[in-house]
C-alpha cells in the first residue's frame, strides 16, 4: 500500500469536496407552499436568501396561518438543499460516508 498515493488521493478529494461547497453555497432552491402564497428560496448550504409572501396571506386576525405557511416554506427549502448537498458530497467519497 503506497502511502503517498493515498494522501495525495485524500488531498484531492479534500480540495473536490472544498470547491462542492462553495458551488453548493451559491446554488439556491425553491420551495413554495400555501398554493404557492409563501415562496422561499435558500442555498444549498441553508441560508434563506429571499422570501415572497402573496398579500392574500397576510391576515391580522389569522397570523398563525402565515406563521405556519412560512415556517414550512423555509423548512422544505432548506431540506432540498440538504438532499442536493448529500448527494454532491456523496459522489466525491464515492459513498465512504464522510463528514463534510
Known amino acids: 500500500m503506497d502511502i503517498q498515493k493515498m494522501m495525495k488521493q485524500a ?15 451559491r ?18 448550504a441553508g441560508d434563506v436568501v429571499s422570501l415572497v409572501i402573496d398579500k392574500s396571506v397576510v391576515d391580522p386576525d389569522d397570523v398563525e396561518f402565515l406563521q405556519e405557511l412560512v415556517l414550512k416554506g423555509v423548512q422544505e427549502a432548506i431540506q432540498k438543499g440538504r438532499e442536493i448537498s448529500a448527494a454532491e458530497m456523496k459522489k466525491l467519497t464515492g459513498g465512504l460516508g464522510l463528514p463534510f
Open 11 to 25: 488531498q484531492k478529494m479534500q480540495a473536490g469536496m472544498a470547491a462542492a461547497q462553495e458551488e453548493l453555497a
Open 27 to 44: 446554488k439556491t432552491v425553491e420551495a413554495s407552499v400555501g398554493g404557492s402564497k409563501v415562496t422561499v428560496v435558500a442555498t444549498c
